[in-house]
């Protein structure tokens, strides 16, 4: 390795210039002076590895210090640190684990790695003794893994709730404010560059639950892998459940949850209906937010842009600069600690309150079949609302809190009532019995 004391810089192995990575270099051309003065060194883009040489890229970078060859700039004994903003599981985990092992430190931004495979990569960091960071791969340019992991280390974290898919987020915002339907405002997130053209890993839920298991391991310190993580998207939100959730107080998120139940832990990404007083119910348009409970602490919030090359930049520039300094001073950044073995959940013992939307014959006795069915599986309606629908009439009902086996179960047995023409959307309620 280069004599950092003696030269003063170090050299970076980027891997991947994206959205992503050009900001970054971007940010370390026009902040040097800043950065030489908070990290005590000059960072310096070496070598970057991307896919497509020929493709013309706005960053003051050589083109000379391009290449095709990942591993080549991962193995150079001039690099120093390694920078991980290309994606995916392959090569970026082979990539991450040979920099490791070759004592580099790794910075990445690569929440789907993470989420599959992060024990692999953390262990060998311990074992290697370097650092492997990782602000960006969670809420983008909202700092959270360094106040979960350093500031909150100290108090006992409850649960954290998170809107952390800006796409989703849009879309419901459009949803609630104007009235579109999901189909056109997922349109509107594609032309304004939210939504990718296959929205799939946003509008399923898969990119939130992705960021669900980060924030569950960190912050409870336990072994959670993507397949833990219950996960529900919003293509079902229906504009009805829209004016429901308003006309009873409440706005419809996509809400990552992880909380501590009785020793276990649930980890769970679904839309969900939140009070209209809620601190996330503010959150709009494409923005990001969490929110802690915490023996000592409270609650606290955490909100900001969640996604987008540049936030997204800043968070891996900050990581960039701890490992720089802990580099040249022989130190290590705070590392998230053994994973322990928390028993997950399985989500049928997970208890919430519910919302219901069926559509029922209009006649007497209709209540009574369908509170039956509510009775005998232990589930308690809370408040029922009843409007008409020409000859048949819609019934809206918000149950206490119960198991979601039960509501399950409750669902399955409303489908074979006679009266029952159909049972539309179930929604979870975040309400004042959390």
């Given at each position: ?11 970076v ?29 000059r960072?310096e ?9 020929a ?15 990942a ?67 969670v809420a ?45 405002a ?23 639950a ?15 892998v ?85 936030p ?12 720089a ?28 309150q ?9 006649q ?8 039956d ?19 048949d009439?819609?019934l ?21 009532v006679d009266v ?9 309620v ?5």
């Open positions: 390795m280069a004599d950092l004391v003696a030269e003063e810089t170090v050299r192995g980027l891997l991947g210039c994206g959205h992503v990575g050009s900001a970054l270099v971007r940010l370390i051309d026009e902040h040097a002076d800043v950065i030489e003065s908070r990290a005590g060194v960072i883009i070496t070598r970057v590895a991307v896919r497509n040489l493709r013309e890229r706005d960053v003051p970078i050589p083109a000379g210090r391009f290449t095709h060859d591993e080549g700039v991962v193995a150079d004994p001039a690099v120093d640190v390694v920078v991980e903003v290309i994606g995916g599981i392959e090569p970026a985990r082979s990539l991450i684990t040979e920099a490791l092992k070759a004592g580099k430190p790794v910075v990445t931004a690569n929440k789907e790695l993470l989420a599959n495979v992060g024990k692999e990569l953390f262990e060998t960091a311990e074992g290697s003794g370097v650092d492997l960071l990782f602000e960006a791969s983008g340019g909202i700092p959270l893994i360094r106040p979960l992991r350093e500031s909150l280390a100290g108090d006992r974290i409850r649960r954290v709730i998170g809107i952390v898919n800006g796409t989703t987020n849009y879309i419901l915002t459009r949803m609630t404010e104007e009235g579109a339907s999901f189909h056109d997922l349109a509107e997130a594609q032309t304004l560059g939210y939504a990718e053209r296959d929205p799939t890993a946003d509008i399923e839920g898969y990119d939130a992705a960021k669900a298991t980060i924030i569950a391991s960190i912050a409870f310190g336990a072994r959670v993507a397949g833990d993580v219950y996960r529900e998207g919003i293509a079902e939100i229906s504009n009805h459940d829209i004016t429901s959730a308003h006309d009873l107080g409440y706005i419809v998120k996509l809400l990552a949850v992880a909380e501590e139940i009785d020793g276990d832990l649930a980890v769970r990404v679904h839309p969900a209906m939140i009070p209209v007083h809620h601190p996330l119910a503010s959150v709009r348009e494409s923005l990001n937010a969490l929110f802690i409970e915490a023996d000592a602490v409270g609650e606290l919030m955490l909100y900001g842009r969640g996604a987008g090359g540049s997204t930049a800043s968070a891996v520039l900050g990581d960039l600069i701890d490992a300094k802990n580099l040249t001073s022989g130190g290590r950044g705070a590392t998230i600690g053994a994973l322990g073995k928390l028993r997950v959940r399985p989500i049928d013992e997970v208890e919430s519910f919302y219901l939307l069926m559509e029922v014959a209009d007497p006795g209709v209540l009574a079949k369908i509170a069915q509510f009775g005998r599986h232990r589930v308690s309606i809370k408040s029922m609302q009843q409007r008409g629908i020409g000859a009439a819609r809206i009902f918000v149950t206490h809190r119960a198991r979601e086996a039960d509501l399950r179960a409750t669902v399955h047995a409303l489908r074979d029952v023409h159909r049972v539309g959307s179930v929604l979870r975040l309400g004042d019995e959390d």
